[in-house]
C-alpha cells in the first residue's frame, strides 16, 4: 500500500507515519508538507524511514499538488495539512484558513479523484466543528449540529462539506475523522504550532523538574483528551481496506477527565499563576461543543477502534518524553 500525507512533518501526521510503516511491512509512504522534516521526525521512523519519501508540497498550488498526487500513485491520500486556531493568525489573516483548510482540500480530493489508483481519501477534521455548543453535557454524536464560531471551524465544517460532495461526484470513499484535544509523542513546538496542549506542559514540567503554572480556575476545568498513538491507530484503520466508505468519526476518548485527574496520571507538579504568567488556563465553565466529549461508538462499531485507557497513554507519553527532553524546551 502507498499512502500520500499532507502535513506529514506535523504532529499527530509524524505519530500516524511511523504507526503505517510498523503494521504493514510493504506501505510506503510520500510524506508531504510546506516545512521540510525535521531529524526527530526522520529518526521517529527508525527502519521505516528508507520506505518514505518526503515531498516539500503547499497544498494551496493546485498544480504542484496534482503533479506531487499522480507522481505518487498512491492507494489512500490522508489529508492532515492545516492551518489551527491561534486568536492572532485569526485576526491578522482570516483568508489563510479558506485558503488552506478549504482551497486546500479541494486541490487534494480534485487531484486525487483524478489519480486512478486513489481509493480512498481521509480527510482530517477537528472537533472545532460544533462550535461553542448548545448545552448538550455530550458525549455528542457526529451528528451533533455543526455550529463553529471561529475561522478555523468554520473552513473544517467548509472543508467537510467539499469532502463529502467529492465523494458523492467521483464515487471515492472519504471518510473524515474528527480530532479532540490530541496529545502525546510527536507534539513539539514548530512553526505551526503556536500553543501547545496541557499534557505537553505537564510532560515538560517532568522533564525538566519544574511545576506547571495554570490558571487557579484550570483546576476545575475538564478535557476529552486522547494520545496520537490510539488517534494514529484509528487512520490505519481506516487506511486498510475497511468497509467504511464516507462515514464521519469523532476520535476521541469518549468522556472527560478533571484536569486535577490529569495532572495526577502525569504526577507532575504544578503551581498557581496569573493569565498572563501561566503556562495554561482553561475555562472551567466550557464543557460542550468544541469543548466537549464526543462518542466513539460510531468508531468502535464500524473501525473496532477503541482508545486504550489514559493511564496507559500518558505512561507511553511520560516515557516518551523522558526520551525525547530536546522537544521540552526548558520554560515550555
Ligand atoms: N492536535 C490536535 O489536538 C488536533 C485537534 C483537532 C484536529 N486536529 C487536526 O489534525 C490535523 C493535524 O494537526 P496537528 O495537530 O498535527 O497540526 P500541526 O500544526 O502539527 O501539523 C499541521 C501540518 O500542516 C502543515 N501545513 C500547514 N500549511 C500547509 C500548506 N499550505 N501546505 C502543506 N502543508 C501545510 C504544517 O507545516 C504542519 O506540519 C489537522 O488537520 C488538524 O486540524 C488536530
Not at 238 to 266: H, K, Q, W
Request: proline content about 7%.
Amino acid at each position: 500500500m502507498t499512502v500520500f500525507i499532507t502535513g506529514a512533518r506535523g504532529f499527530v501526521m509524524s505519530v500516524l507515519m511511523r504507526r503505517l510503516l510498523e503494521s504493514d511491512p510493504d506501505c510506503r509512504i510520500v510524506a508531504a508538507d510546506i516545512t521540510e522534516p525535521d531529524d526527530l521526525l526522520i529518526r521517529s521512523l527508525g527502519e521505516g524511514a528508507g520506505r518514505v519519501e518526503f515531498r516539500m508540497l503547499d497544498v494551496r498550488d493546485g498544480h504542484a499538488v496534482s503533479e506531487a498526487i499522480s507522481a505518487a500513485a498512491p492507494d489512500v491520500v490522508v489529508h492532515g495539512a492545516t492551518v489551527t486556531h491561534v486568536p492572532e493568525w485569526e485576526v491578522a489573516d482570516p483568508a489563510r484558513f479558506i485558503d488552506v483548510n478549504v482551497m486546500g482540500t479541494t486541490r487534494v480530493l480534485d487531484a486525487a479523484r483524478s489519480t486512478p489508483s486513489v481509493r480512498k481519501v481521509v480527510h482530517v477534521s477537528s472537533a472545532a466543528v460544533y462550535g461553542p455548543g448548545t448545552g448538550d453535557p455530550g458525549p455528542l454524536p457526529e451528528d451533533a449540529p455543526l455550529l463553529p464560531d471561529e475561522m478555523y471551524g468554520v473552513s473544517k465544517v467548509a472543508s467537510e462539506l467539499v469532502a463529502r460532495r467529492f465523494g458523492q461526484l467521483y464515487d471515492l470513499d472519504v471518510p473524515i475523522v474528527r480530532f479532540t484535544k490530541v496529545f502525546g509523542p510527536m507534539e513539539r513546538p514548530s512553526a505551526s504550532r503556536a500553543s501547545m496542549s496541557l499534557p505537553f506542559h505537564l510532560a515538560s514540567a517532568l522533564v525538566n523538574g519544574h511545576p506547571t503554572a495554570l490558571t487557579e480556575r484550570t483546576s476545575r476545568a475538564v478535557g476529552d483528551w486522547v494520545s496520537a498513538v490510539d488517534v494514529a491507530d484509528a487512520l490505519v484503520a481506516l487506511c486498510g481496506d475497511t468497509a467504511v466508505r464516507s462515514g464521519t468519526y469523532n476520535l476521541a476518548s469518549g468522556s472527560f477527565v478533571d484536569v486535577p485527574e490529569l495532572i495526577d496520571l502525569f504526577g507532575a507538579d504544578v503551581v498557581e499563576a496569573p493569565a498572563g504568567g501561566a503556562a495554561v488556563d482553561m475555562d472551567p465553565d466550557l464543557r460542550d461543543g468544541k469543548n466537549g466529549c464526543y462518542s466513539v461508538q460510531r468508531a468502535a462499531d464500524d473501525l473496532g477502534w477503541r482508545p486504550r485507557d489514559l493511564r496507559t497513554q500518558v505512561a507511553e507519553y511520560v516515557a516518551w518524553a523522558h526520551d525525547h527532553p530536546e522537544c521540552f524546551p526548558a520554560r515550555a
